[in-house]
T-cell receptor
Framework: GIQVEQSPPDLILQEGANSTLRCNFS?????LQWFHQNPWGQLINLFY???GTKQNGRLSATTVATERYSLLYISSSQTTDSGVYFC???????????FGKGTRLSVIA | DTGVSQDPRHKITKRGQNVTFRCDPI?????LYWYRQTLGQGPEFLTY????????KSRLLSDRFSAERPKGSFSTLEIQRTEQGDSAMYLC???????????FGQGTRLTVV
């Protein structure tokens, strides 16, 4: 069936370290988004990236649609980066976003 | 525009009561989505609207749940005869037809006691 798998499920980093989060999906997509869920539960948009590479400050993302995966890179991590990171994909034109189970990141000082 | 707005932010209700949540999307967005998120899980799709038409409903949306978007602007999600299993974060999102990037509201956290 349609699946979105994220890895690792949990990640603990020392402040200043770099990390890579992965999202695999089971079919071709026309939308892929990365979100950061803050402690109050709101989903913050990080990237809208159905293909290609984007960068925003210390964060960057790459989606290789033909190989059905996306990567989120966090460099020089800070304690404020802690939280859950979700990948969500849209598999065809009008279907809703399907979320992975998330990666819980803890950055310790 | 202040983004997607949800009200209330928190709701505690007794089992068996009815509750209603409201979502105001980004003003020019035609599509509006409702999701539910339980602890430790990713958001799960419930239903979505394009303008005032409800185009898709998940099998998660039992007959105790109903959603409306009467004028194609704000939407309401009602849960009748609440059960403890309904306790969750209810998230609303909106997007335009041309650019399908979705933006989420702050969510409504429901606790059924």
């Amino acid at each position: 069936g349609i699946q979105v798998e994220q890895s690792p499920p949990d990640l603990i980093l020392q402040e200043g370290a770099n990390s890579t989060l992965r999202c695999n999906f089971s079919d071709s997509v026309n939308n892929l988004q990365w979100f950061h869920q803050n402690p109050w539960g709101q989903l913050i948009n990080l990237f809208y990236i159905p293909s290609g590479t984007k960068q925003n400050g210390r964060l960057s993302a790459t989606t290789v649609a033909t190989e059905r995966y996306s990567l989120l890179y966090i460099s020089s991590s800070q304690t404020t980066d802690s939280g859950v990171y979700f990948c969500a994909v849209r598999f065809s034109g009008n279907t809703p976003l399907v979320f992975g189970k998330g990666t819980r990141l803890s950055v310790i000082a | 525009d202040t983004g997607v707005s949800q009200d209330p932010r928190h709701k505690i209700t007794k089992r068996g009561q009815n509750v209603t949540f409201r979502c105001d999307p980004i003003s020019e967005h035609n599509r509006l989505y409702w999701y539910r998120q339980t602890l430790g899980q990713g958001p799960e799709f419930l239903t979505y609207f394009q303008n005032e038409a409800q185009l898709e409903k998940s099998r998660l949306l039992s007959d105790r749940f109903s959603a409306e978007r009467p004028k194609g602007s704000f939407s309401t999600l009602e849960i009748q005869r609440t059960e403890q299993g309904d306790s969750a974060m209810y998230l609303c999102a909106s997007s335009s037809l041309e650019v399908t990037e979705a933006f989420f509201g702050q969510g409504t956290r429901l606790t059924v006691v």
